[in-house]
Nanobody, 114 residues
Framework: QVQLVESGGGLVQPGGSLTLSCAASGFTFSNYAMGWYRQTPGKQRDLVAN???????WYDDSVKGRFTISRDNAKSTVYLQMNTLKPEDTAVYSC????????WGRGTQVTVST
């Protein structure tokens, strides 16, 4: 059974940091690119960052220079280090596997507020 389980969300003040984790199981993690998406109520889900099988990253312009995506194939886990957080980063963050079929985690809430 495939599972993607996110953790690490929470409430943080503007300028603060959080690290999200997504633990994968049930498929060969190292064979697939992984991504982090985020969604706010009433809006579409937006791609934040990808990491490819060779470890190469891609970032949306809105997070470039502030977020870092990484992966640990031995632990089947993908991470999203988020620094200098802004209120507009508030969203539910979900991880995604570029596998066939594709898989989604349930998401973790990140709230950036004073």
């Amino acid at each position: 059974q495939v599972q993607l389980v996110e953790s690490g969300g929470g409430l943080v003040q503007p300028g603060g940091s959080l690290t999200l984790s997504c633990a994968a199981s049930g498929f060969t993690f190292s064979n697939y690119a992984m991504g982090w998406y985020r969604q706010t109520p009433g809006k579409q889900r937006d791609l934040v960052a990808n990491i490819f099988t060779d470890g190469g990253p891609w970032y949306d312009d809105s997070v470039k220079g502030r977020f870092t995506i990484s992966r640990d194939n031995a632990k089947s886990t993908v991470y999203l280090q988020m620094n200098t957080l802004k209120p507009e980063d508030t969203a539910v963050y979900s991880c995604y596997s570029y596998s066939q079929p594709e898989y989604w985690g349930r998401g973790t809430q990140v709230t950036v507020s004073t």
